[in-house]
């Protein structure tokens, strides 16, 4: 009876470190599914609207505590992230931004613009509130 050698996985997580392309690569797919789950909120928010009264108030009361703010400031972080990340793939889709430098600059530039966007949206939203 002979000993298999396990082989290892490719790529095998504990020889590769996280470069900026695969963290933001795994980011836009979480995004995505966390944009997915915000929707079913979303959903809820109408049916509530629609039914009024006590439901309203109850889904406002949830979505104006720590958790439901917490949850929408990081809906809104997912959205424009995925926003400006799939503008970019769909720079690549038409064959631009493939040089190393360019990778790098515009996957920061995602990061810095879904940022300054969600600021600016919850900096007018709760302007508009007050």
């Given at each position: 009876?002979?000993?298999?050698?396990?082989r290892?996985?490719s790529?095998?997580?504990?020889?590769?470190?996280?470069?900026?392309t695969?963290v933001?690569?795994i980011?836009?797919?979480?995004?995505?599914?966390f944009?997915?789950?915000?929707?079913?909120?979303?959903?809820?928010?109408?049916?509530?609207?629609?039914?009024?009264?006590?439901?309203?108030?109850?889904?406002e009361?949830?979505?104006?505590?720590?958790?439901?703010?917490l949850l929408?400031?990081g809906?809104?972080?997912?959205?424009?992230?995925?926003?400006?990340?799939?503008?970019?793939?769909?720079?690549?889709?038409?064959?631009?931004?493939?040089?190393?430098?360019?990778?790098?600059?515009?996957?920061?530039?995602?990061?810095?613009?879904?940022?300054?966007?969600?600021?600016?949206?919850?900096?007018?939203?709760?302007?508009v509130?007050?």
């Amino acid at each position: 009876m002979t000993t298999a050698k396990l082989r290892p996985r490719s790529p095998d997580v504990q020889i590769y470190k996280p470069q900026l392309t695969s963290v933001l690569s795994i980011v836009h797919r979480m995004t995505g599914v966390f944009l997915s789950l915000g929707s079913v909120l979303l959903v809820a928010w109408l049916v509530a609207v629609v039914d009024g009264g006590d439901t309203y108030a109850m889904v406002e009361r949830w979505l104006r505590s720590w958790i439901g703010l917490l949850l929408l400031l990081g809906w809104t972080f997912a959205l424009f992230y995925h926003l400006c990340n799939g503008i970019r793939h769909l720079a690549w889709d038409l064959d631009f931004g493939f040089e190393l430098r360019s990778i790098y600059l515009s996957g920061w530039t995602v990061v810095a613009a879904s940022m300054i966007l969600t600021v600016l949206t919850w900096t007018l939203g709760l302007a508009v509130l007050e």
